[in-house]
């Protein structure tokens, strides 16, 4: 490697989209730093629902989570109506997992075989020179000491935060911010009891309704038979009720018994289509820094996992040659994220703003008349070559029954097959990517004006 820079590639961020990357690109005997401002034992600390699917191991070929890492082995998802009485049942194997241990395990793997870890390092802003990032200015935060880190590729995985993502010249084309109508505002407390929870500990429990998660969901994670990860995601809206106060409604309203409350805490998910553009000369944005978690569900582990791959594949294929690396090289990261992964999501945003736009009593309506499946969810979750027939099904049995749903539900079909179709055709080359962010924009536009209302007007909100 020349001298002109300290490692190959520097990942500024050691949670799981970072460690995930660092721990790719260690099989490859490559030069790499991988940077966190957490000191290393607190590396994987962070508030979340802690729930995965198994698929995400089993495809990137990393060992699934066992010991202190796994909490239970999850069977389904049981999604409850708003009425409580009705429920839709989503089998797929997963887990609820202690994300410190299974973090730690990432950059412990990482580091054994070479990757440089430098904890308790703030990473300030990205280097930026003759438009291009050529590394970034950090600060340890023991010493104080700030210094200069060039490489050729520089990656922000540093979550919502996007340090790197936020300070980038507007000349670069990146979206700097993501909108409060775009994020989950979510809250959790993991939960013990002094007798077992009543619930089967091999699934997990989504509880849709307005009334106590305005525009998201509470959930009931189990994580041992007396122990819960229980928490909910709303959409942040001016006048929302405080995250805190719905939830002990909720704990009251399931009486969930509580002896004590092992950790609680909060953070913001960003729930839409990833950024336009994931790459400009010499970076890469990977995980929440990307906006590449689930509209649906907030959830992102498994996402940025995905996506640590895709990029680890481009930076490998790429990363002999002796200099910065441009967008032209990094492209076909962003090529791909955006042709699988990315078109299911911005699809998914669309039913996010559907369902956004439903009251409770038609959330109630389609679960107790089984207008889909738990199967027939998944198809339109992955947005499977099923999905067609799905969707043919849910408007021929709508049709007759809720008129005024009809509408609304082809719109959506509508909106979910065009913009998946827009992001299978993201741009070849970074030349044309102007006119496909602006028709990106005009899609969700329409989507936002005909299917979204307010959550906090549907229902008897007090
Ligand atoms: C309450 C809640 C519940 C959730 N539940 C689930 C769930 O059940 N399943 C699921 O899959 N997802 C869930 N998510 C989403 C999931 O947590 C995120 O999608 C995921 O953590 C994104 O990973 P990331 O590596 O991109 O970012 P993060 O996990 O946010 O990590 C960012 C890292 O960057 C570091 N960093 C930030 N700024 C700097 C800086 N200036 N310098 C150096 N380092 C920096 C941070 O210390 C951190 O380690 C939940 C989120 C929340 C808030």
Same mark, same amino acid.
């Given at each position: 490697?020349?001298?002109?820079?300290?490692?190959?590639?520097?990942?500024?961020?050691?949670?799981?989209?970072?460690?995930?990357?660092?721990?790719?690109?260690?099989?490859?005997?490559?030069?790499?730093?991988?940077?966190?401002?957490?000191?290393?034992?607190?590396?994987?600390?962070?508030?979340?629902?802690?729930?995965?699917?198994?698929?995400?191991?089993?495809?990137?070929?990393?060992?699934? =989570?066992?010991?202190?890492?796994?909490?239970?082995? %999850?069977?389904?998802? *049981? $999604?409850? &109506?708003?009425? @409580? +009485?009705?429920?839709?049942?989503?089998?797929?194997?997963?887990?609820?997992?202690?994300?410190?241990?299974?973090?730690?395990?990432?950059?412990?793997?990482?580091?054994?075989?070479?990757?440089?870890?430098?904890?308790?390092?703030?990473?300030?802003?990205?280097?930026?020179?003759?438009?291009?990032?050529?590394?970034?200015?950090?600060?340890?935060?023991?010493?104080?000491?700030?210094?200069?880190?060039?490489?050729?590729?520089?990656?922000?995985?540093?979550?919502?935060?996007?340090?790197?993502?936020?300070?980038? =010249?507007?000349?670069?084309?990146?979206?700097?911010? %993501?909108?409060?109508? *775009? $994020?989950? &505002?979510?809250? @959790? +407390?993991?939960?013990?009891?002094?007798?077992?929870?009543?619930?089967?500990?091999?699934?997990?429990?989504?509880?849709?309704?307005?009334?106590?998660?305005?525009?998201?969901?509470?959930?009931?994670?189990?994580?041992?038979?007396?122990?819960?990860?229980?928490?909910?995601?709303?959409?942040?809206?001016?006048?929302?009720?405080?995250?805190?106060?719905?939830?002990?409604?909720?704990?009251?309203?399931?009486?969930?018994?509580?002896?004590?409350?092992?950790?609680?805490?909060?953070?913001?998910?960003?729930?839409?289509?990833?950024?336009?553009?994931?790459?400009?000369?010499?970076?890469?944005?990977?995980?929440? &820094?990307?906006?590449?978690?689930?509209?649906?569900?907030?959830?992102?582990?498994?996402?940025?996992?995905?996506?640590?791959?895709?990029?680890?594949?481009?930076?490998?294929?790429?990363?002999?040659?002796?200099?910065?690396?441009?967008?032209?090289?990094?492209?076909?990261?962003?090529?791909?994220?955006?042709?699988?992964?990315?078109?299911?999501?911005?699809?998914?945003?669309?039913?996010?703003?559907?369902?956004?736009?439903?009251?409770?009593?038609?959330?109630?309506?389609?679960?107790?008349?089984?207008?889909?499946?738990?199967?027939?969810?998944?198809?339109?979750?992955?947005?499977?070559?099923?999905?067609?027939?799905?969707?043919?099904?849910?408007?021929?049995?709508?049709?007759?029954?809720?008129?005024?749903?009809?509408?609304?539900?082809?719109?959506?079909?509508?909106?979910?097959?065009?913009?998946?179709?827009?992001?299978?055709?993201?741009?070849?080359?970074?030349?044309?990517?102007?006119?496909?962010?602006?028709?990106?924009?005009?899609?969700?536009?329409?989507?936002?004006?005909?299917?979204?209302?307010?959550?906090?007007?549907?229902?008897?909100?007090?």
């Amino acid at each position: 490697m020349s001298s002109r820079f300290n490692y190959d590639v520097i990942i500024a961020g050691a949670s799981i989209a970072g460690s995930t990357l660092a721990l790719l690109l260690s099989k490859e005997n490559l030069d790499v730093a991988l940077i966190d401002m957490k000191s290393r034992e607190k590396i994987g600390e962070k508030v979340c629902g802690d729930g995965i699917s198994a698929s995400y191991f089993e495809k990137l070929g990393i060992p699934k =989570p066992s010991g202190a890492e796994l909490a239970c082995v %999850i069977r389904a998802s *049981d $999604v409850i &109506a708003p009425d @409580r +009485e009705h429920i839709l049942t989503v089998e797929g194997l997963g887990y609820t997992i202690d994300r410190w241990h299974l973090n730690q395990r990432f950059v412990r793997d990482a580091e054994k075989r070479g990757v440089h870890l430098l904890d308790s390092t703030l990473v300030m802003h990205p280097i930026v020179e003759g438009g291009e990032v050529r590394g970034v200015k950090v600060k340890d935060m023991r010493s104080g000491e700030e210094k200069e880190l060039r490489a050729k590729v520089t990656v922000d995985a540093t979550g919502c935060a996007a340090v790197l993502r936020k300070r980038l =010249p507007e000349s670069m084309l990146i979206e700097n911010s %993501i909108e409060r109508f *775009d $994020v989950a &505002a979510a809250y @959790r +407390e993991i939960v013990m009891s002094d007798e077992d929870y009543p619930w089967p500990s091999d699934k997990i429990y989504i509880y849709l309704s307005h009334r106590f998660a305005p525009g998201g969901y509470t959930w009931i994670f189990p994580k041992g038979k007396n122990v819960a990860n229980i928490g909910l995601g709303i959409q942040p809206l001016p006048n929302a009720p405080k995250l805190i106060e719905l939830l002990e409604k909720f704990k009251r309203f399931w009486d969930i018994k509580v002896s004590k409350i092992l950790h609680a805490g909060g953070g913001v998910v960003p729930v839409r289509r990833a950024l336009s553009q994931l790459v400009t000369n010499g970076l890469m944005i990977v995980g929440d &820094a990307a906006s590449q978690a689930n509209p649906l569900h907030g959830g992102g582990m498994g996402q940025a996992m995905s996506a640590a791959k895709l990029a680890a594949d481009v930076i490998t294929e790429g990363i002999e040659a002796n200099r910065v690396l441009s967008k032209e090289d990094l492209w076909s990261y962003a090529v791909r994220y955006m042709r699988k992964d990315g078109a299911k999501n911005a699809a998914l945003e669309i039913i996010r703003l559907l369902l956004q736009g439903m009251p409770d009593d038609e959330i109630n309506f389609i679960i107790e008349k089984k207008i889909v499946s738990g199967e027939e969810l998944l198809a339109i979750e992955s947005s499977s070559k099923e999905s067609e027939a799905v969707w043919r099904k849910i408007l021929r049995m709508v049709l007759t029954r809720k008129i005024r749903l009809i509408g609304r539900l082809k719109t959506a079909r509508d909106l979910y097959y065009k913009i998946h179709k827009h992001f299978q055709n993201y741009p070849e080359k970074p030349s044309e990517i102007i006119s496909w962010h602006e028709k990106t924009l005009q899609i969700i536009s329409e989507a936002r004006r005909k299917l979204w209302k307010n959550p906090l007007e549907h229902t008897f909100y007090k």
